[in-house]
């Protein structure tokens, strides 16, 4: 069984910073691609940005230039660094991740964390 637990949430002013942290635990061989994504009330979750196992990135229009992914590898721990952040980026954060264990291949979600930004 693989697991995803977020942290690093919390209630942050406009224009402050959050970083989330992602650790995947388990019988994990390898973990390919790993992911941020978010779910604002009544909205469907979306991508927030995502990094391969190779280190390439990619970004949500909304995340360019204040968000940065990354990743270690040796800990199976992606993080997400959010700077000057606006009230609308208020919503639940969850991590992703597509795990290979023995044998098998998973997707995998977190449980989620609140990121709540007062204006």
């Known amino acids: 069984q693989v697991q995803l637990v977020e942290s690093g949430g919390g209630l942050v002013q406009a224009g402050g910073s959050l970083r989330l942290s992602c650790a995947a635990s388990?019988?994990?061989?390898?973990?390919?691609?790993m992911g941020w994504y978010c779910q604002a009330p009544g909205k469907q979750r979306e991508l927030v940005a995502f990094?391969?196992?190779?280190?390439?990135?990619n970004y949500a229009d909304q995340a360019k230039g204040r968000f940065t992914i990354s990743r270690d590898n040796a800990k199976n721990t992606v993080y997400l660094q959010m700077n000057s952040l606006k009230p609308e980026d208020t919503a639940v954060y969850y991590c992703?991740?597509?795990?290979?264990?023995?044998?098998?291949?998973?997707?995998?979600w977190g449980q989620g964390t609140q990121v709540t930004v007062s204006s």
């Open positions: 992703n991740a597509d795990v290979n264990i023995p044998a098998s291949r998973f997707n995998v």
């Open positions: 388990g019988r994990i061989f390898s973990i390919n691609t």
């Open positions: 990094i391969t196992s190779g280190g390439s990135t």
